[in-house]
């Protein structure tokens, strides 16, 4: 079969690879047909992960058929249309027993990262029981490759972590796949107002399309001079950092006002300035996490409701083997105004 496979800082080859066979009772070997690329598939490209290795094939999201499955595998069977989660989890430890499944003693995010991913024809899912989710006949599998890291990672450390309420003034820092991920999952709440923050005029367009009352583009606006000229100098509800640098989280530190949250997605490869000097007296709450994946259900019913339409963060399509063309417009995302990419087998 053809893989992705990382072979070090700055280089990927789409090779021919062996197919994945059962290795363990509970695994799931699933033929993928709808896959796409994250922003931390581009980290691991420049060597930002050094976990992974060379020879690993990338890729932690998708769609697929079951191909087989090992003999402890009860949920599943040959044929039946999954939804991969970006999240391996065995269901049974302590931390999956309170859904932190982030934590899984057996799992956790290693899908294209410790083991082989979803960028190939077929991957092996252990803890297949838990860690994939039946597709009902029909579904839009576009909307359900979403559904895999960026809507739940939204909705959990963004909109949940942040505490995200009624008439809520939010401000969401980043207009990547995350940050519109947090802005289309918080219309959830109902929140008053929601301001995007970026320096890219057309991802901010985008958010506008998507649900954003305010935009403010960095670069041109201050952002913290325009949220307290908005807010009367009181600042935001909840102030959702969605990038993973110190500029963006500083933002976030100015903006939100007493008795408000400070929700930190971004993945961070510095320290931030904490000014603790300042936030002690707001009565605040700051909070940070991986991905867990246990709202994906909930995702699932929101989608077949037609409570929210992930689809449209898909700009660009290509089949699977055009992938190397595939990575060359998402990582260069400002100029191809590209926000997902999807690739069908
Ligand atoms: N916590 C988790 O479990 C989890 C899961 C998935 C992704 N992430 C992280 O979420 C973050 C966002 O992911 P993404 O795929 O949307 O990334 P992205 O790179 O596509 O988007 C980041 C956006 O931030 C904007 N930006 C950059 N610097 C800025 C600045 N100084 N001010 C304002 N905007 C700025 C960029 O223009 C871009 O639109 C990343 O750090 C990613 O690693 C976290
Ligand atoms: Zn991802
Ligand atoms: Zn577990």
């Known amino acids: 079969m053809k893989a ?61 058929v079951v191909e087989s499955v090992g003999s402890a595998v009860q949920n599943f069977k040959p044929g039946d249309a999954v939804l991969i989660s970006c999240v ?32 190939a024809e077929y991957v092996r899912i252990p803890h297949g029981d838990n860690s ?106 909840v102030a959702i950092e969605a990038v993973g640098v110190p500029a963006t989280f500083d933002i976030c530190q100015k903006i939100v006002s007493a008795g408000g949250n400070i929700a930190n997605v971004g993945v961070h490869g510095k320290p931030v300035e904490l000014h603790i000097e300042e936030l002690w007296i707001k009565n605040i709450n700051i909070s940070m996490g991986l991905v867990s994946t246990n709202t994906t259900p909930m995702l699932l019913k929101t989608l077949r409701g037609g409570k929210v339409d992930p689809s449209k963060l898909v700009t660009h399509r290509f089949k699977l083997d055009e992938i190397l063309e595939a990575y060359e417009v998402f990582g260069n995302a400002a100029r191809e105004k590209a926000m997902k990419v999807i690739l069908a087998a």
């Open 88 to 119: 391996t989890s065995c269901g049974k430890c302590a931390n999956c027993k309170r859904q932190l499944y982030a934590h899984c003693s057996d799992g956790g995010w290693i899908l294209g990262h410790l083991i082989d991913g979803t960028q």
């Open 132 to 237: 994939l989710y039946p597709i009902p006949q029909g579904s839009d599998e576009e909307a359900l490759v979403m559904l895999s890291d960026i809507m739940p990672t939204g909705l959990e450390i963004g909109v949940q972590y942040g505490r995200v309420k009624p008439g809520d003034t939010v401000a969401i820092v980043g207009a990547g796949p995350v940050g519109m991920s947090v802005l289309l999952t918080a219309q959830f709440y109902s929140p008053g107002r929601i301001v995007m923050i970026d320096m890219d005029a057309s991802r901010l367009e985008l958010a506008r399309q998507f649900g954003a009352t305010d935009t403010v583009q960095v670069g041109a606006e201050d952002p913290v001079e325009k949220i307290m000229e908005w807010t009367e100098g009181l600042g935001v509800d």
């Open 4 to 64: 992705l496979v990382y072979q070090g800082p700055g280089q990927k080859d789409w090779i021919e690879k062996q197919k994945p066979e059962l290795e363990k009772p509970t695994d799931v070997i699933v033929k993928v047909t709808k896959t796409t690329i994250c922003g931390t598939d581009l980290h691991i490209l420049k060597g930002d992960v050094p976990a992974v290795t060379p020879g690993r094939t990338l890729g932690h999201e998708g769609v697929g």
